[in-house]
């Protein structure tokens, strides 16, 4: 009889745990683009380390393997305005190998005459779209006055990022390289793919204002 109640007794208790992960299964949800902060601390808890820039918020957790003696790393990057814009994952196995991408690093825009590679892809990809950018350009192109096209471009630069070659093109309208440094100064912060910086560099004719732009550039990261 005892045996029987004890029997009984385990497979009440195994029923009752298969019954837990499977609510857990269902409950578990991923990290996806445009998600609040709150609802990544729904998913995954308090972060374990918080940074920020001029582009935004980079939380990373660490989440703990008791089964297979790994760690998962998660590194997620927010927006200005605290949506979700990137999520990378990590293993970090017992052997202190690591496998799959790590967070990007923002990259440093090549010194004028040093060579660049146009195709490369940004580690920021979430510039203004061709649309956006096309609203935002003609705007500045419609401006009566210098100081209002500066504003515009300012204004758009609160919320917004830009490729070099849509810094270049806002940069064209003005016709001195003065003019074109000081539209560099408004946008260099928030532009995603320096390492393209030579669509900048060639709109000035003189080597003094492409070095010019290349310390603003550099100064901006």
Same mark, same amino acid.
């Given at each position: 009889?005892?045996?029987?109640?004890?029997?009984?007794?385990?497979?009440?208790?195994?029923?009752?745990?298969?019954?837990?992960?499977?609510?857990?299964?269902?409950?578990?949800?991923?990290?996806?683009?445009?998600?609040? +902060?709150?609802?990544?601390?729904?998913?995954?808890?308090?972060?374990?380390? +918080?940074?920020?820039?001029?582009?935004?918020?980079?939380?990373?957790?660490?989440?703990?393997?008791?089964?297979?003696?790994?760690? +998962?790393?998660?590194?997620?990057?927010?927006?200005?305005?605290? +949506?979700?814009?990137?999520?990378?994952?990590?293993?970090? $196995?017992?052997?202190?190998?690591?496998?799959?991408?790590?967070?990007?690093?923002? /990259?440093?825009? /090549?010194?004028?005459?040093?060579? $660049?590679?146009?195709?490369?892809? /940004?580690?920021?990809?979430?510039?203004?779209?061709?649309?956006?950018?096309?609203?935002?350009?003609?705007?500045?192109?419609?401006?009566?006055?210098?100081?209002?096209?500066?504003?515009?471009?300012?204004?758009?630069?609160?919320?917004?990022?830009?490729?070099?070659?849509?810094?270049?093109?806002?940069?064209?309208?003005?016709?001195?390289?003065?003019?074109?440094?000081?539209?560099?100064?408004?946008?260099? /912060?928030?532009?995603?793919?320096?390492?393209?910086?030579?669509?900048?560099?060639?709109?000035?004719?003189?080597?003094?204002?492409?070095?010019?732009?290349?310390?603003?550039?550099?100064?901006?990261?």
């Amino acid at each position: 009889m005892k045996r029987n109640e004890l029997m009984a007794i385990i497979a009440t208790c195994f029923l009752m745990f298969a019954v837990c992960l499977s609510a857990s299964a269902k409950s578990k949800r991923d990290i996806e683009r445009g998600m609040t +902060k709150q609802e990544v601390i729904d998913i995954l808890g308090e972060p374990k380390t +918080k940074s920020f820039d001029e582009y935004g918020d980079k939380w990373e957790f660490v989440k703990n393997s008791f089964i297979i003696g790994d760690n +998962k790393a998660i590194t997620i990057l927010f927006d200005r305005n605290g +949506k979700v814009v990137r999520c990378n994952t990590r293993i970090i $196995h017992a052997d202190n190998n690591q496998n799959g991408a790590g967070c990007p690093t923002r /990259p440093t825009p /090549p010194p004028y005459g040093e060579v $660049h590679y146009p195709n490369a892809d /940004p580690n920021y990809d979430y510039c203004l779209s061709d649309t956006s950018f096309s609203i935002l350009y003609n705007k500045v192109k419609k401006a009566s006055f210098d100081n209002e096209k500066y504003d515009l471009i300012e204004v758009a630069s609160l919320g917004g990022y830009f490729s070099c070659q849509q810094a270049a093109s806002l940069m064209r309208m003005f016709s001195f390289d003065d003019e074109r440094l000081k539209v560099l100064r408004i946008v260099a /912060p928030h532009i995603v793919d320096v390492q393209n910086a030579g669509d900048i560099y060639k709109l000035f004719t003189f080597d003094s204002g492409k070095q010019k732009a290349g310390e603003i550039l550099r100064s901006s990261r």
